[in-house]
């Protein structure tokens, strides 16, 4: 495999959750930066539409990641404008609890309760997003992930925003430079951050550990995606004769390729009596 397994400060259980909380909420600034929404609107109204499923269950959703911004767009598409969101994380986001509580009438709810993305049994229903998420998990977790959604029926949409392309060699050498980069990037990216608190102020600009574990995160995220061949690798011996499988480049409206996409879904029965 090209995936090699790094450890993120996010992944540990005893890092502070305002510091997760503040990494979750710059990563949704970059999305905004990048225009990550209308791509994925596309591709998840495309399942919703042909899956004729109305409700989407978010794994991993941090501070709720483009998501929100990807339901507004949704909610503008045919067919689609009763569709619900449910998001959820192993480390649910206290603020993100707070704004996304139903009370907007936005059809948008974030679990209090953890929900651990390895432990599909007892998902709920509706089509599952993992945005950004799924090189979080080890590939055996991430066969099982695949696995349960095979034999569930359901349909699963993957998303990564960067391709794992780069040399290994190339991403050792160039690491102290793109770290920097992003420790800069950070000091620029955190005035858009919503909500901004004090907390992120204070760990961004006068005891910088936010920029250093973002910038450490976001390197350590990019060998640690799963590659094309590598989702071939874990699709293998799964059974294809009742769901399909597709992967591939999500486009944005210039032609442009923004990330990856897996895309499961269950066979549509044929009823017709032929
Ligand atoms: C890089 S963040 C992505 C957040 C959001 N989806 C986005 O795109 O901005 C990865 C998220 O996965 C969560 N996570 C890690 N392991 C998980 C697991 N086993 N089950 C559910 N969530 C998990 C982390 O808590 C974190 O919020």
């Known amino acids: 495999m090209k995936r090699i397994q790094l450890f993120e400060f996010e992944d540990f259980s005893w890092f502070p959750s305002g510091l997760r909380n503040g990494m979750t909420n710059l990563i949704a600034v970059l999305h905004r930066m990048m225009g990550i929404s209308e791509v994925l609107a596309d591709c998840i109204g495309e399942v919703l539409q042909e899956q004729q499923v109305s409700r989407i269950v978010d794994l991993g959703s941090g501070s709720g990641g483009p998501m929100p911004e990807v339901l507004k767009i949704i909610h503008e598409k045919k067919e689609l404008e009763n569709v619900e969101l449910l998001l959820t994380d192993l480390y649910p986001n206290p603020h993100a609890i707070k704004k996304f509580d139903r009370s907007e009438g936005d059809k948008i709810s974030y679990s209090e309760s953890p929900v651990d993305a390895k432990d599909l049994k007892n998902a709920p229903d509706g089509l599952l997003t993992m945005i950004n998420s799924f090189h979080h998990m080890r590939p055996k977790e991430a066969r099982e992930i695949l696995a349960s959604a095979t034999e569930r029926g359901q349909s699963i949409l993957i998303y990564e925003m960067v391709e794992n392309k780069m040399p290994l060699f190339l991403w050792w050498l160039l690491l102290p430079l793109s ?41 350590a995220s990019m060998p640690r995606i799963y590659a094309l061949k590598d989702i071939d690798l874990l699709l293998e011996g799964l059974p294809t004769d009742k769901y399909v499988w597709e992967q591939g480049y999500p486009l944005k409206k210039n032609g442009k390729k923004l990330g990856t996409y897996l895309k499961g879904t269950p066979l549509k029965q044929n009823f017709s009596g032929s």
Do not use: E, H, N, S
């Open 179 to 219: 770290l920097t980069i992003l420790i800069i990037m950070v000091f620029f990216m955190t005035p858009f951050v919503k909500p901004l608190t004090w907390r992120q102020i204070f760990f961004t600009y006068l005891l910088p550990v936010i920029p250093i574990c973002y910038a450490w995160d976001g390197q």
